[in-house]
């Protein structure tokens, strides 16, 4: 059983920075790829940010230039890098492992980032 533990997050002012971790335990034997999703208050959840397991990385537009998602695959560690932060970025930043064989999905447990203007 594949578990996510997520770290990081919490108040900011705008333009300020933060930092998440998400780490992975349990069994991992499949090709992967990791994201953060986020979920603003009254809204759906979103992907933010994704990465493979060789490093190649995609990231929704809004936050292009601000944020940065790295992960270290020898401590089964994602991370979330943001800067220049903006109120907009409030919300519940969820941390998604997923498997393609076979195709499942596990998520953590969520962390708040709440960005001041």
């Known amino acids: 059983q594949v578990q996510l533990a997520e770290s990081g997050g919490g108040l900011v002012q705008a333009g300020g920075a933060l930092s998440l971790s998400c780490v992975v335990s349990g069994r991992i034997d499949s090709i992967n790829v990791m994201a953060w999703y986020r979920q603003p208050p009254g809204k759906q959840r979103e992907v933010v940010a994704t990465i493979s397991e060789s490093g190649r990385t995609n990231y929704v537009d809004s936050v292009k230039g601000r944020f940065t998602i790295s992960r270290d695959n020898a401590k089964n560690t994602m991370y979330l890098h943001m800067n220049n932060l903006k109120p907009e970025d409030t919300a519940v930043y969820y941390c998604?492992?997923?498997?393609?064989?076979?195709?499942?999905?596990?998520w953590g447990q969520g962390t708040q980032v709440s960005v001041s203007s």
């Open positions: 998604n492992f997923h498997t393609l064989l076979p195709t499942r999905d596990y």
